[in-house]
């Protein structure tokens, strides 16, 4: 690399990198254990673990014994391995989610490793530290999807790219097992990252057209090779229709019909909703390429991240059914062209950011504070009045651990906030700080709450009670991926597909209507309910009245 990295006059000490690695931790640990599988993505991946965990099959993934054949099963192996690990510590839904963990934790190594490569030796934890500061983070990095595999594997795959021109094999190891670990998460979108970013270097920025990073490239593609065929050929061994399914029905076919149809409404979501989701990490970046606008050619250090934003911003802005989710790739480039900007920043900037951050999480706090007691001594306050008609049924009662870690949580971030010492990073510790007590605040506070209007156990309880003791098949209409794999684990209720009423059981999603939905001479409603404080989803249960 050309460009000369600058000198940080605010060196990381032992003692500040120790401390740095214990927020960042304790960032990562909050919300993985504690609550059920929530709707609708954490209950639909769970529904997958556990049919892997009960039937032996780690093959095809399957949810309530049928195959789904949309991802491939990476993540799931992962997650069934850390629930069997930790089976006799916790429940099997809260030693699956360690598996999100495990990789945001690659995905903060890796970013940081890419950020000290980059910017200089000092520069590693603010790339680690901007990254998981990024609102978009803050819930995802915590939930049972298959994202974030891809999201660890974009980020191996953008250190091997800062390392090509000096590591050939190093580098090579890392894009082709980065790519790999994204493929088996989430199917083909890792691989055309990889030839978006690969060709788009070389053909924009002369330094990268060198012996070196091509056969760079030549080794990824050799390590890579096991991750793209090992399973793909399994499957099809296994299943031709099934590999069929994932390959084409999917995957690429769905991509190509939806590619045919145009830019359309969706395509522009990202230009809308990264701005927050990217918050404080884009405006960071975009002052670091503004800034360096007309010497951009010669920032070689600015060229990997710009390059893999661009491609991945294209790429993913053109895949069907976006969601805010699919984001997650984009915001390791976004945090590595953040932690250029620290040493160029304007002091003003960094100070408004900091002050902004500051002000912005304690009124949070104060909500959350103010929120909780209210629901507590059941005030008549508009907040409390609006959090008993948004969660009905809820009835909160003092916890005391809880109560102990937010109190502790409160008290510690009131003292840190004011001594995290004058540097470039301090608007992005003390950001991460402040969303770090949010996250707590919401994980011990408020979890109850939150579990109550998301988790679908005590619905599936309800409905085990009436359940006939024999009964042939369950079948169902209109029932999400989710709610089928929450029936399966909370109640060892299997639906089933049933277009031609074989089953003698009914299971139907509508909404919550006085007419009943079957006719009432060959069917009779034995249940109807719905999850606490949820006004979309109403369940009603039907057993066919034999002649």
Request: aromatic share 14%; charged share 15%.
């Amino acid at each position: 690399m050309y460009f000369i990295k600058p000198t940080d006059p605010h060196p990381i000490t032992p003692g500040k990198a120790a401390l740095l690695g214990l927020l960042c931790l304790i960032w990562l640990g909050t919300g993985l254990v504690g609550h059920d599988p929530w709707k609708p993505d954490e209950a639909q991946g769970f529904g997958l673990i556990y049919s892997m965990l009960q039937s032996g099959d780690w093959l095809v993934p399957t949810l309530a014994g049928e195959p789904y054949m949309d991802n491939p099963p990476l993540y799931y192996w992962t997650a069934a391995l850390f629930a069997k690990l930790f089976s006799q510590l916790l429940p099997p839904h809260d030693g699956a989610r360690l598996a999100s963990g495990f990789y945001i934790a690659l995905a903060m190594l890796f970013t940081g490793l890419a950020g000290r490569k980059l910017y200089g030796e000092n520069r590693g934890w603010a790339a680690a530290i901007i990254l998981i500061g990024c609102i978009g983070m803050l819930v995802r990095a915590h939930q049972m999807i298959t994202d974030l595999a891809l999201l660890a594997g974009c980020a191996m795959m953008l250190y091997g790219f800062a390392q090509s021109q000096e590591r050939v094999k190093r580098a090579g190891l890392l894009i082709g097992t980065g790519m790999g670990i994204g493929f088996m998460a989430k199917g083909f979108i890792a691989p055309v990252l990889f030839v978006s970013i690969a060709v788009l270097l070389p053909a924009l920025f002369q330094n990268w057209r060198v012996r070196n990073y091509f056969s760079s490239l030549g080794i990824a593609a050799l390590y890579a090779l096991p991750w793209l065929a090992v399973w793909p050929l399994l499957l099809y061994l296994h299943s031709p229709q099934l590999f069929a399914d994932w390959a084409w029905t999917n995957n690429t076919g769905h991509w190509l019909d939806y590619a045919k149809s145009g830019p359309n409404r969706e395509s522009f979501y990202y230009l809308k909703n990264l701005p927050w989701l990217a918050w404080p990490a884009l405006p960071l970046a975009a002052w670091a390429v503004w800034q360096s606008r007309k010497r951009l050619a010669q920032r070689d250090d600015l060229h990997l991240p710009l390059v893999a934003f661009g491609a991945m911003f294209v790429t993913l802005s053109f895949v069907p059914h976006i969601k805010e989710v699919f984001a997650l790739p984009m915001l390791p480039p976004i945090a590595l062209l953040a932690t250029a900007s620290l040493s160029s920043l304007k002091r003003g900037a960094a100070n408004a950011l900091d002050w902004f951050g500051l002000m912005t999480f304690a009124l949070i706090a104060i909500a959350m504070w103010w929120g909780w007691a209210g629901l507590l001594l059941d005030n008549h306050a508009k907040i409390t009045l609006w959090l008993k008609n948004y969660q009905p049924g809820f009835e909160p009662e003092f916890q005391t651990a809880p109560f102990t870690i937010a109190i502790i949580a409160t008290v510690l971030w009131l003292v840190l906030v004011w001594r995290v010492g004058r540097s470039m990073r301090r608007a992005v510790v003390n950001w991460l700080l402040g969303i770090t007590l949010v996250w707590i605040l919401a994980m011990t506070l408020w979890l109850p709450w939150l579990d109550s209007g998301k988790s679908y156990r005590n619905m599936v309880s309800s409905l085990q009670k009436v359940m006939p003791k024999q009964y042939r098949c369950v079948g169902y209409d209109y029932l999400g991926d989710g709610q089928r794999a929450m029936l399966h684990y909370f109640g060892n209720i299997i639906t089933r597909h049933d277009p031609k009423y074989h089953c003698d059981l009914r299971l139907i999603q509508g909404e919550n209507l006085s007419r009943p939905l079957f006719e009432e001479k060959r069917w009779k409603k034995i249940w109807e309910g719905s999850r606490k404080g949820d006004k979309s989803e109403h369940y009603r249960l039907y057993r066919k009245i034999e002649k």
